[in-house]
């Protein structure tokens, strides 16, 4: 009865006492529209870490329908890997770290449209991400036009960081030039003098055919013949059954879903028993060998990153990374996949950006110049940032130079041959930026 | 250049019999059920997905061509059911819409159920034999008698049954065959049912040479539609003639050019059979 009477006073204040007038009551529903939007935006981890500090927005667009989605999601672990863990230390500047995605759609065009509405509409801070070099290609300028820091994470066009190249876009990790010098020697002087050439059709494919060709002929081999395939194309065999004469070795640029098509079909027609087999790294990657069995024995490779722990990536760092990348692609693929190059070069860029961030002590876009800046000849230490190994983000063109691994697959699985140290992948700089 | 131009023939040859394979069951539901089917290449993607799924439980390739074709022609009888039948009689125009929104439900299904790594479908056998300078595997000279095989039962269906003949009548003149007391609602779900277990038993046979991945039905649905279309609309024997005659054509071109130079005579091909004749290259001139 008292509690009724109390509700009933209390109702009596609120409604007729004149305190609650309907201009405060329209004022006070505001405040807690405004309160609940704030609370919706910020979620809940962060607002348990950072109270109300407003988070940095990162751009992450991969392709994650379409070719190359296979790619794309495992790339996107390693940039929500990266994200997961420095917001678990406390963020950057005090600040926690969004990631926005957007799905290109393995389409140039969606690609150029999507990075548009992420620079425009969402207004990222900076961007981490890009898979297919064509689509790197073409949204490059968007981000000198919007004057966003860009972190390449996959593509691997040599011209992005020279005749392309810009002062947005960084790529922190290994290129085909560099990869070039640190395997033309071993192909010439250890599986033979003369080879043959197949790469992809596109961006990629034919920068990366450009630079073997240059290495190889440098260290004393020879190139007998090309075979472009265009990207997607399902039966090879026609491409395939044109390679014949004599020459030592075959050496394929292909990846994702093209490379488990050219390693099952150049085996079935019995290719790869003739010649020797060699290629780039992202013809076998870890995604890629369940899907080519047994027709993989015995191909080298070479590779930023492979999934094992020989020395010297026998590393705490690496085991940590591994683990974390293990747990996150099972949740993606219940064969659960062993990371491949895409997580970490993802992982990687992501933790360049933060300490290029950090050292610039960067607050928003108006920052980016004094984030360019620190980021021109990083240094990064092989750690938990970074469990490749160590790496130079080079000044004048801002391409990463970092150790390489020569590897064959044996037994389904990857072993190290050799390890080729960072010094000796080095390849001069050919860019000039429009404003230096 | 006599040697390559036997390669090619093969080469040709078994290719053609696939795209046949896929394009008969295209052929089928659009010759019947008037159903431009953009999720066909989907069916053929699940269809291999099935089969590793199977294969992996039973280690039985014929058993997982068997269970794949199967469960994808129920999964296509669902389809009809539930999107297809409601719109029976209406603009094509909704068809192509449903279709192609079932086939991006269908892709992103399979990438987020089974992943985005590529999975193995180990062939029956892996003998080879020597092809000039190349080694040859058997396996595809018996993917191209297997898809004979199938083309050849579905003819014999067609000509023969009761359903078959159903739905020969159903082609010709629905409203006729549907008063003439054929259960053409049910007919319409059994082809479509037909035409999707084709595509997955391609799936399936195809699977060994590619790597199974959510996206590599896209690869063949495009040259399907293809060869649909200078074969003749809904004219099965016009397909598999087509079929042949496009990959030839082909090969033959990729012995004087780059083979992605010699794609493009498809595409010449499908432009010309529109501008010169548009029911079909090898549709029976009306007498």
Redesign the interface.
Request: glycine letters at 10%; aromatic letters at 10%.
């Given at each position: 009865m008292t509690d009724n009477n109390n509700r009933d006073d209390w109702e009596e204040a609120f409604w007729y006492s004149g305190k609650t007038t309907r201009r405060r009551l329209v004022g006070w529903s505001a405040k807690a529209a405004g309160a609940l939007g704030a609370m919706m935006l910020v979620p809940a981890p962060w607002r348990a870490a950072f109270g109300a500090a407003k988070p940095f927005k990162i751009g992450s667009l991969q392709p994650l329908?379409?070719?190359a989605?296979?790619?794309?999601?495992?790339a996107l672990v390693g940039v929500q890997m990266a994200v997961d863990r420095i917001n678990k230390m406390g963020g950057i500047n005090g600040r926690p770290v969004e990631i926005v995605t957007g799905d290109d759609e393995s389409k140039p065009d969606v690609a150029r449209r999507k990075i548009e509405k992420l620079l425009v509409e969402d207004e990222v801070d900076a961007h981490v991400g890009g898979f297919l070099s064509n689509i790197c290609l073409a949204c490059m300028p968007v981000f000198e036009e919007n004057k966003v820091v860009n972190m390449i994470s996959v593509c691997l066009d040599t011209t992005l960081t020279t005749t392309k190249c810009n002062r947005y876009s960084f790529r922190p990790y290994d290129y085909a030039p560099a990869q070039a010098v640190a395997f033309a020697p071993y192909l010439v002087n250890k599986l033979g003098k003369r080879w043959h050439l197949i790469y992809a059709?596109y961006s990629w494919g034919q920068s990366t055919r450009d630079a073997y060709a240059q290495e190889i002929k440098k260290a004393g081999g020879e190139i007998v013949g090309g075979t472009?395939?265009?990207l997607?194309?399902?039966?090879m065999?026609?491409?395939l059954?044109?390679i014949?004469g004599d020459f030592d070795g075959l050496f394929a640029i292909e990846f994702g879903?093209d490379g488990?098509?050219i390693g099952?079909?150049a085996y079935?027609?019995?290719?790869t028993?003739?010649y020797k087999w060699a290629g780039d790294g992202a013809l076998a990657e870890s995604?890629?060998l369940?899907?080519?069995?047994n027709k993989i024995e015995g191909f080298v490779g070479i590779n930023r990153y492979i999934p094992v722990f020989d020395p010297p990536l026998n590393t705490a760092a690496h085991h940590k990374f591994f683990d974390d990348a293990v747990a996150r692609l099972k949740q993606?693929?219940?064969?659960g996949?062993l990371p491949d190059r895409y997580v970490q070069s993802n992982y990687e860029a992501m933790n360049a950006l933060k300490i290029g961030m950090e050292k610039s002590n960067f607050q928003g876009r108006d920052d980016t110049m004094k984030l360019i800046e620190a980021l021109e000849g990083l240094e990064m230490k092989e750690g938990d940032d970074f469990p490749q190994g160590d790496k130079v983000l080079r000044k004048e063109d801002h391409q990463a130079f970092i150790r390489e691994f020569i590897f064959d697959i044996k037994d389904g699985k990857h072993r190290i041959l050799e390890t080729v140290p960072k010094e000796k992948t080095i390849f001069p700089p050919a860019c000039k930026f429009a404003s230096s | 250049m006599l040697e390559e131009f036997l390669i090619q023939t093969i080469n040709g040859i078994v290719v053609g019999m696939i795209l046949a394979l896929v394009a008969s069951g295209l052929t089928l539901i659009f010759g019947i059920m008037d159903v431009v089917n953009f999720a066909h290449g989907e069916l053929f993607m699940l269809g291999a997905y099935v089969g590793v799924v199977t294969l992996a439980g039973t280690g039985s390739f014929w058993l997982a061509l068997l269970v794949a074709t199967l469960v994808v022609a129920a999964l296509g009888a669902a389809i009809h059911v539930t999107t297809l039948r409601p719109l029976l009689g209406r603009d094509p125009l909704n068809t192509i819409l449903v279709t192609f929104g079932i086939s991006l439900v269908l892709q992103n299904y399979a990438l987020w159920q089974f992943g985005p790594v590529a999975r193995k479908i180990n062939e029956p056998f892996t003998g080879h034999f020597n092809l000039f300078y190349l080694e040859y595997p058997w396996y595809r000279l018996v993917i191209a008698l297997l898809s004979a095989a199938i083309i050849a039962g579905l003819w014999l269906f067609l000509k023969y049954s009761t359903y078959g003949v159903w739905i020969r009548a159903t082609t010709q003149d629905r409203l006729m065959a549907q008063a003439m007391g054929i259960p053409v609602p049910r007919l319409l779900t059994i082809v479509f049912a037909i035409g999707s277990g084709m595509a997955a038993a391609s799936g399936v046979l195809f699977g060994p040479l590619v790597g199974v991945n959510h996206a590599m039905g896209l690869d063949w649905v495009l040259k399907a539609f293809i060869v649909v279309v200078v074969g003749g609309m809904g004219n099965l024997v016009g397909s598999i003639a087509a079929s042949i005659f496009i990959s030839l054509t082909e090969s033959y071109a990729s012995l004087w050019v780059s083979p992605s130079q010699a794609i493009i005579v498809s595409f010449v091909v499908l432009i010309l059979t529109l501008l010169i004749r548009p029911t079909g290259l090898f549709v029976p001139t009306p007498k």
């Amino acid at each position: 009865m008292t509690d009724n009477n109390n509700r009933d006073d209390w109702e009596e204040a609120f409604w007729y006492s004149g305190k609650t007038t309907r201009r405060r009551l329209v004022g006070w529903s505001a405040k807690a529209a405004g309160a609940l939007g704030a609370m919706m935006l910020v979620p809940a981890p962060w607002r348990a870490a950072f109270g109300a500090a407003k988070p940095f927005k990162i751009g992450s667009l991969q392709p994650l329908s379409g070719n190359a989605a296979a790619g794309g999601k495992t790339a996107l672990v390693g940039v929500q890997m990266a994200v997961d863990r420095i917001n678990k230390m406390g963020g950057i500047n005090g600040r926690p770290v969004e990631i926005v995605t957007g799905d290109d759609e393995s389409k140039p065009d969606v690609a150029r449209r999507k990075i548009e509405k992420l620079l425009v509409e969402d207004e990222v801070d900076a961007h981490v991400g890009g898979f297919l070099s064509n689509i790197c290609l073409a949204c490059m300028p968007v981000f000198e036009e919007n004057k966003v820091v860009n972190m390449i994470s996959v593509c691997l066009d040599t011209t992005l960081t020279t005749t392309k190249c810009n002062r947005y876009s960084f790529r922190p990790y290994d290129y085909a030039p560099a990869q070039a010098v640190a395997f033309a020697p071993y192909l010439v002087n250890k599986l033979g003098k003369r080879w043959h050439l197949i790469y992809a059709d596109y961006s990629w494919g034919q920068s990366t055919r450009d630079a073997y060709a240059q290495e190889i002929k440098k260290a004393g081999g020879e190139i007998v013949g090309g075979t472009g395939i265009p990207l997607g194309t399902a039966d090879m065999t026609p491409f395939l059954s044109k390679i014949s004469g004599d020459f030592d070795g075959l050496f394929a640029i292909e990846f994702g879903k093209d490379g488990v098509t050219i390693g099952n079909q150049a085996y079935d027609l019995g290719l790869t028993k003739k010649y020797k087999w060699a290629g780039d790294g992202a013809l076998a990657e870890s995604t890629n060998l369940p899907g080519l069995g047994n027709k993989i024995e015995g191909f080298v490779g070479i590779n930023r990153y492979i999934p094992v722990f020989d020395p010297p990536l026998n590393t705490a760092a690496h085991h940590k990374f591994f683990d974390d990348a293990v747990a996150r692609l099972k949740q993606i693929d219940p064969s659960g996949p062993l990371p491949d190059r895409y997580v970490q070069s993802n992982y990687e860029a992501m933790n360049a950006l933060k300490i290029g961030m950090e050292k610039s002590n960067f607050q928003g876009r108006d920052d980016t110049m004094k984030l360019i800046e620190a980021l021109e000849g990083l240094e990064m230490k092989e750690g938990d940032d970074f469990p490749q190994g160590d790496k130079v983000l080079r000044k004048e063109d801002h391409q990463a130079f970092i150790r390489e691994f020569i590897f064959d697959i044996k037994d389904g699985k990857h072993r190290i041959l050799e390890t080729v140290p960072k010094e000796k992948t080095i390849f001069p700089p050919a860019c000039k930026f429009a404003s230096s | 250049m006599l040697e390559e131009f036997l390669i090619q023939t093969i080469n040709g040859i078994v290719v053609g019999m696939i795209l046949a394979l896929v394009a008969s069951g295209l052929t089928l539901i659009f010759g019947i059920m008037d159903v431009v089917n953009f999720a066909h290449g989907e069916l053929f993607m699940l269809g291999a997905y099935v089969g590793v799924v199977t294969l992996a439980g039973t280690g039985s390739f014929w058993l997982a061509l068997l269970v794949a074709t199967l469960v994808v022609a129920a999964l296509g009888a669902a389809i009809h059911v539930t999107t297809l039948r409601p719109l029976l009689g209406r603009d094509p125009l909704n068809t192509i819409l449903v279709t192609f929104g079932i086939s991006l439900v269908l892709q992103n299904y399979a990438l987020w159920q089974f992943g985005p790594v590529a999975r193995k479908i180990n062939e029956p056998f892996t003998g080879h034999f020597n092809l000039f300078y190349l080694e040859y595997p058997w396996y595809r000279l018996v993917i191209a008698l297997l898809s004979a095989a199938i083309i050849a039962g579905l003819w014999l269906f067609l000509k023969y049954s009761t359903y078959g003949v159903w739905i020969r009548a159903t082609t010709q003149d629905r409203l006729m065959a549907q008063a003439m007391g054929i259960p053409v609602p049910r007919l319409l779900t059994i082809v479509f049912a037909i035409g999707s277990g084709m595509a997955a038993a391609s799936g399936v046979l195809f699977g060994p040479l590619v790597g199974v991945n959510h996206a590599m039905g896209l690869d063949w649905v495009l040259k399907a539609f293809i060869v649909v279309v200078v074969g003749g609309m809904g004219n099965l024997v016009g397909s598999i003639a087509a079929s042949i005659f496009i990959s030839l054509t082909e090969s033959y071109a990729s012995l004087w050019v780059s083979p992605s130079q010699a794609i493009i005579v498809s595409f010449v091909v499908l432009i010309l059979t529109l501008l010169i004749r548009p029911t079909g290259l090898f549709v029976p001139t009306p007498k």
